[in-house]
């Protein structure tokens, strides 16, 4: 069946007769759909030139990095398991399953965060459509969970946010 392109391999043993991208999701337990992908489909950014799925289990159900299919390039990349919220799930009619993606507030963290490349042609348009308030709420979550580099992510947002001194987040 694979061989006749009746189904996809996902991960090494998991297999699919949808042939989409973001069906990784399924076979990669807690996992979203993130960064320019999840821009892409809050319609934060025009183009998208690979499907960027994160999670905490990465290296152990699949391996990390550049991989294929159905034709469309798909990049895993390992995120720590306290950085694992802020998605939510989206209808994809296209192959009518619901999928994880972040919200576009953990879309703006994330690509803080873990310094996408892309992250300047894509802030101004998630600027856009954010709750500012939300997005100071995952700003607590990752100082209460310590997690390294929550300052440089909040230091960042206030720059873009224009955020002044009367907002504090209990720092």
């Known amino acids: 069946m694979r061989k006749r392109g009746e189904i996809v391999e996902l991960i090494k043993g ?6 989409s991208p973001y069906m990784i999701t399924k ?4 996992s979203y759909i993130g960064l320019g992908s999840a ?3 809050h319609g934060a950014w025009e183009q998208v030139p690979r499907v960027i799925v994160l999670s905490p289990y990465a290296s152990l159900k699949a391996r990390l990095g550049e991989r294929e299919i159905s034709g469309f390039k798909i990049v895993l990349r390992r995120i720590s398991e306290k ?14 399953e619901w999928i994880r993606i972040s919200d576009p507030e953990k879309t703006l963290i994330d690509t803080i965060y873990l310094n996408y490349p892309l992250k300047e042609d ?5 600027l ?7 997005i100071m709420d995952y700003v607590r979550i990752m100082k209460t969970r310590k997690i390294k580099g929550w300052k440089r992510v909040l230091k960042e947002l206030q720059c873009y946010l224009e955020i002044r001194n009367n907002t504090t987040i209990g720092t």
């Open 122 to 126: 894509m802030v101004p348009k998630l």
């Open 14 to 19: 998991i297999y699919t007769f949808k042939k």
């Open 27 to 30: 076979a990669i337990p807690r």
């Open 39 to 41: 821009a892409f489909l």
């Open 128 to 134: 856009e459509i954010v709750d500012k308030q939300k």
């Open 83 to 96: 950085m694992f919220f802020g998605y939510e799930l989206k209808y994809m009619e296209e192959i009518d």
